[in-house]
């Protein structure tokens, strides 16, 4: 009944958890209708129905700048009662320290290579694909970026004290040590905590302090990398 669920991109989404009081900024000229937010169904209203074929028939890409879409709201999300104008609000990023979020996470996008499953489906794709779909380093290096950007974003919407955990299914460095290191160096008030839940796990440290990686020999699971950050107030 409290959740709110939102199809956007991860890299630039700047949505709060609650209502608070802010001037609408750069959403106010798209947002020309006034309309207010009833509960929650899952028949989307005939205008947007008509939008989205329009789109799809246009076979128009989705602008950077597009307006997150609300696919589920509930009835104690704070969202009923709203106009799109209130909901769609931006902040100052000095408001996310005391209005963002408790917790995020960021299961970001990878290779998949640690994934048992998903390597197991090479058997049908055909092995000599491996190089192309999991090793290319053009691929590999556009994932790197936009994980970074994924971790920056999500901790970027943290409430001080707030707690964000990062983890992929792969297994390589690059896509795990490297970009918890590149964050930390251009984010001073994030700080790696211990998982102490860990201390009973399958697994073993990682190559940065406080970062677990789990693997097939050492945990008999598929492999997984995990990172927790703290926000500090600096």
């Known amino acids: 009944n409290h959740c ?16 608070v009081h802010s001037d609408p900024k750069s959403c106010e000229s798209a947002l020309e209708e006034n309309v207010t937010f009833k509960e929650w169904t899952s028949r ?23 307006l997150p879409d609300l696919i589920y709201y ?10 799109k104008s209130e909901l769609y609000q931006t902040f100052r990023d000095d408001e996310y320290l005391s209005y963002g979020y408790d917790k995020v996470l960021v299961d970001a996008e990878c290779t998949h290579d640690g994934s048992i499953k ?6 049908r794709w055909g092995w000599e694909t491996l190089q192309r779909r999991v090793l290319d380093a053009e691929r590999s290096d556009g994932l790197t970026v936009l994980q970074l950007k994924l971790l920056t974003n999500g901790f ?23 970009v918890v290191r590149q964050f930390l160096e251009g984010n ?19 190559r940065v302090p406080n970062t ?6 050492t945990s008999k699971t598929s492999g997984l990398f995990v990172a927790k950050f703290s926000k500090l107030t600096i």
């Open 44 to 66: 989307r209203p005939w205008k947007e129905r008509k939008q989205a074929a329009r789109i799809r028939k246009s076979g128009a890409v989705p602008s950077g700048n597009q």
């Open 74 to 83: 509930g009835c104690h999300s704070g969202v009923v009662g709203l106009t």
């Open 118 to 123: 998903h390597v197991q489906k090479f058997e």
């Open 212 to 217: 677990l990686r789990f693997d097939p020999l």
């Open 156 to 178: 970027r919407l943290l409430k001080a004290g707030g707690i964000l955990v990062y983890s992929t299914c792969s297994l390589t460095v690059a896509q795990n040590e490297d």
């Open 4 to 19: 709110r669920l939102f199809v956007a991109d991860g890299t630039n989404f700047s949505l709060i958890p609650r209502r």
């Open 188 to 206: 001073p008030c994030a700080e790696l905590q211990v998982i102490d839940a860990a201390e009973n796990w399958p697994c073993k440290n990682g």
